[in-house]
């Protein structure tokens, strides 16, 4: 493919690969817009970092002189490292050419960085998604009342079924909180909470629960299960804003999520989003994935990059790296000749490039891996920690309707 069929395919399908290098680019509103028919996301609410002022805009946005000055006096002197951290600069060391090689690989591709701020800003107005008084789902199911707490769930009736003269809306209600929730397949619902309006995509479950409710999501029949499993935990860490953008759980915790009992008989494969902190490495590599029975996992990047194609940082920054990390393994691999699966082998790290949206929110991750996913196809899938919903996927966790708030679409 030259670079215009690589750009044609960023349109169409959300990915670009770039020659050169294990590396793509992705467009997440693409990406996720594949699971509405009447909606689409707006690109300058999904991106709104990109255009907030500075404070919200945090990475990616350049900071005022003035602020610059006060940084400058405030910096700390550089301390030397200690062991723990010397480990984790040279595990850095290790991943920089190949994360320099892709980035180098985007500021050659010339169509697509002319591509990326139109990409990011879209036809629509930017939607006031700082100041709109939002549902809070992690106060609302920790509070008493979440039992009682339903939405309204509006659908359109299949053209077949609508009798002249009749209403081609359909309602229901159904329990937020501490249940599934479904959505059929033919057409995207629309959900009524609390006098705000709430997408919801064709083919999508979704459960919110606390944590102490996970085991609900096991299926009932321990012949089906996910193919793919995507995990995002609320790791503890020191960071105060990400404190303030959702609750943390203790990293322990983590060993009693049901991943073996989900995974589906033929296999699944295993994405964990973690974070750079050695210490949590470590925690993840002896300890949490041994015992959800993944071996051998394989690092993938994901690059975050600011729409004129430079990184949201620099590189080498040690508390502050523009890049995030997923560890990719597959689960119930030992069955492969038993379920008829392939499991492809994870062949050497690559890089994923995109412009990141909401804080700690990360791209879509289906597309650019289903070469990978084993079992049978269409795969089922499930996010664990889940701020958004999609066709096809099981999105569980204390917001799952975060994302699916009516401000960040609009109808085509
Ligand atoms: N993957 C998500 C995205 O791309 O937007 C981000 C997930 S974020 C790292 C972790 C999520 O876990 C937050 O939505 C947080 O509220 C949720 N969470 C924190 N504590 C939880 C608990 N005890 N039970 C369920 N979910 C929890």
Same mark, same amino acid.
């Given at each position: 493919m030259d670079a215009s069929d690589e750009l044609r395919s960023l349109e169409a399908t959300g990915i670009y690969r770039l020659a050169g290098s294990p590396a793509a680019f992705v467009d997440p509103v693409r990406l996720l817009g594949e699971s509405y028919r009447r909606f689409r996301l707006v690109p300058s609410a999904y991106y709104s970092r990109s255009f907030g002022p500075s404070r919200q805009g945090g990475e990616g946005t350049a900071p005022s002189p003035d602020r610059k000055k006060r940084k400058r006096k405030r910096q700390p002197k550089p301390r030397e490292l200690n062991a723990v951290e010397r480990i984790a600069e040279a595990r850095h060391q290790e991943a920089r050419p190949l994360l320099i090689r892709a980035h180098n690989s985007l500021l050659e591709t010339k169509d697509l960085l002319e591509f990326l701020p139109g990409m990011i800003k879209g036809d629509e107005c930017l939607p006031n998604v700082e100041t709109s008084s939002e549902n809070n789902f992690v106060e609302l199911g920790a509070s008493w009342r979440a039992p009682f707490y339903e939405m309204t769930i509006c659908f359109q009736k299949p053209l077949g079924q609508v009798k002249a003269g009749t209403c081609n809306v359909q309602k229901r209600s159904s329990p937020l909180f501490n249940r599934i929730v479904s959505v059929e397949e033919n057409d995207e619902a629309e959900g009524e909470f609390q006098s705000r309006l709430y997408i919801l995509p064709k083919g999508s479950c979704f459960m919110m629960t606390?944590?102490?409710?996970?085991?609900? %999501?096991? /299926?009932? +029949? /321990? +012949?089906i299960g996910y193919n793919l499993i995507v995990i995002d935990p609320p790791w503890e860490n020191g960071c105060v804003r990400q404190k303030e953008v959702y609750p943390t759980l203790p +990293?322990? +915790? %983590? %060993?009693? %999520?049901p991943v073996q009992e989900l995974a589906h008989p033929a296999g699944a494969l295993l994405v964990l989003w973690i974070t750079n902190r050695e210490k949590l490495r470590r925690f993840v590599e002896e300890e949490l994935l041994p015992s959800w029975g993944v071996k051998d996992p394989t690092e993938f990047y994901w690059l975050k990059v600011k729409s004129d194609g430079s990184l949201i940082g620099d590189l080498d920054l040690f508390h502050h790296r523009p890049y995030e990390c997923l560890l990719l393994g597959y689960i119930n691999v030992n069955r492969e000749a038993e379920s008829g699966s392939k499991f492809k082998v994870l062949q050497g790290s690559q890089v994923i490039m995109s412009v990141p949206g909401a804080h700690s929110r990360k791209p879509p991750l289906q597309k650019i891996l289903s070469e990978y996913i084993p079992g049978p196809k269409p795969p089922r899938c499930i996010e664990l920690f889940a701020r958004e919903l999609g066709s096809g996927w099981t999105s569980w966790g204390n917001e799952p309707l975060h994302f699916q708030d009516s401000m960040y679409f609009s109808k085509k």
């Open positions: 606390d944590f102490t409710h996970v085991r609900d %999501l096991i /299926p009932d +029949n /321990p +012949n +990293n322990r +915790n %983590l %060993l009693y %999520l």
